[in-house]
């Protein structure tokens, strides 16, 4: 599985952002967010899936992300509304072979590069 993340940017605070993310279509079970702001671990944001029939996000997420697939084109989307200079990261999508949503990147098999989101305030 290839995983392409994109669209990343600068924002002002309380603007919104898309990120994409191209995977190669090959059937995973989840498909998953994570950030990465310096000095910080890595954490999780959201994940659904694959089937779509589950979704879950970090409370840091829920109300402002959401996580959402489109199947014809195998690209997996993270819209964030009401952006926060905290939200300023690298993020990341991955992809998990098999079993169920899972928040610790350890459990991930694939990753892609990183797209920066930067929140001015």
């Known amino acids: 599985v290839q995983l392409q993340a994109f669209g990343g940017g600068l924002v002002q605070a309380g603007g919104s952002l898309r990120l994409s993310c191209a995977d190669s279509?090959?059937?995973?079970?989840?498909v998953s967010w994570f950030r990465h702001a310096p000095g910080k671990q890595r954490e999780f944001v959201a994940a659904?899936?694959?089937?779509?029939?589950?979704?879950f996000y970090a409370d840091s997420a829920k109300g402002r992300f959401t996580i959402s697939r489109d199947n014809r084109s195998n690209t997996v989307y993270l819209q964030m509304n009401s952006l926060k200079p905290e939200d300023t990261a690298a993020y990341y999508c991955?992809?998990?072979?098999?079993?169920?949503?899972?928040?610790?990147?350890?459990?991930?098999?694939?990753w892609g590069q990183g797209t920066q989101v930067t929140v001015s305030s």
């Open positions: 991955a992809a998990r072979r098999w079993g169920a949503i899972a928040t610790t990147e350890s459990d991930y098999d694939y």
């Open positions: 659904m899936t694959w089937r779509g029939d589950r979704k």
């Open positions: 279509g090959r059937i995973v079970s989840v």
